[in-house]
């Protein structure tokens, strides 16, 4: 299959898509919420209960973000029949990895009450792994929620040459996302809502441009309704 245009195709094709990517910024707002409020400051809990919540939450998002990217002509049904097959393994790759994340957290929470010089080089090498598990998981979602007959270690291995071949994509999201949370932290709350929906967007056309251009995956045509 040839690179798509990672422009949309229509506008009639766009109009359904744009509720459905500020309902999906919503639902992960009220998924932090809920993390928030059931293991409440930065822990190795909360690090595994948001692994599992907030990529659950956010398959809608990226099943609507790989269409935007692809140019799938999927309806409104095979989208939410896409997305609701999506949850158990969203919250899957994210639960994994967010083990590494918790494992640093907890790292840094014995070297910060016992400042013994010995637990603080396992906490920055604990660190480095979170971060590299969340970015290798940000790439591996939107391969994920496009490809369902992709094994996960056939995943994991596409996604770690992506982001060593091509970290930008990645890294611009991340950005995108830290912008988005300042911008409502010094102005306003309300805009919360709005920033999963581009990031995740941004993020699925970055990885499958990305993706594509390397040749390290090949897209079969998707039925047009389910």
């Keep these: 299959m040839s690179r798509p245009d990672l422009l949309p195709g229509t506008a009639r094709r766009v109009v359904w898509r744009l509720p459905a990517v500020l309902l999906g910024g919503l639902g992960v ?9 059931v293991a409440p400051g930065p822990g190795p809990i ?13 398959a809608p998002l990226f099943v609507v973000g790989n269409q935007l990217a692809l140019d799938d002509e999927l309806t409104a049904r095979a989208t939410a029949q896409a997305a609701w097959r999506f949850v158990p393994r969203a919250a899957r790759l ?14 840094w929470q014995v070297w910060d ?16 792994v979170a971060l590299l598990a969340v970015l290798l998981c940000l790439v591996l979602l939107p391969l994920a929620a496009q490809l369902d007959d992709l094994a996960d270690r056939r995943a994991f291995w ?6 060593a071949r091509r970290p930008l994509p990645c890294l611009g999201s991340a950005v995108l996302a830290a912008a988005g949370v300042w911008l409502a932290t010094a102005w ?8 999963p929906g581009p990031v ?23 039925p047009t309704d389910g």
């Design 29 to 37: 707002c009220v998924a932090t919420v809920l993390v928030v409020v």
């Design 46 to 58: 909360a690090a595994l209960l948001a692994g599992v919540v907030l990529p659950a939450a956010a």
């Design 94 to 107: 994210g639960g994994l990895a967010s083990v590494p994340v918790a494992v640093a957290l907890v790292a």
């Design 113 to 128: 009450r016992t400042g013994a010089v010995i637990w603080l080089l396992p906490a920055a090498v604990s660190a480095g």
């Design 158 to 163: 596409i996604a770690v040459e992506l982001l």
């Design 188 to 195: 306003s709350a309300s805009v919360l809502p709005l920033v």
């Design 200 to 222: 995740v967007v941004v993020l699925c056309a970055g990885v499958w441009t990305a993706a594509l251009d390397l040749g390290v995956v090949r897209l079969e045509p998707a």
